[in-house]
């Protein structure tokens, strides 16, 4: 099953503090590795710098509670359960469908 999770730096603190925060995020991110059966098909940051996104995949959905479990002390997540856009639209063709049976 694939994701999207998003995250929002936590920019709490005073300047000095947040700056230290960052040096320890980034420090921990150098050491970090995706935990087996977990694929990352695309990370991407936001240009005004409060957070990025993640488009993930894994058959187990815990394997998702790595990534906040060693940053959530910088940032906090999101993690929606996504599929592909045609089958968002086949999904969205079985609603009406439905609705127009009753109708």
């Known amino acids: 099953m694939k994701y999207v999770v998003s995250w929002t730096y936590r920019w709490s603190g005073t300047a000095t503090e947040n700056e230290d925060s960052i040096r320890r ?15 990352y098909h695309q990370m991407v940051g936001r240009l005004d710098g409060s957070g990025g996104f993640a488009v993930v995949e894994t058959d187990n959905p815990l394997d998702l509670a790595d990534a906040p479990k060693k940053f959530g002390f910088f940032a906090d997540y999101e993690v929606h359960p996504v599929v592909e856009l045609a089958e968002a639209v086949q999904a969205i063709e079985e609603g009406v469908g439905f609705r127009e049976s009753i109708g």
């Open 25 to 39: 995020a980034l420090k921990v991110f150098e050491n970090w590795k995706p935990v087996d059966g977990v694929t």
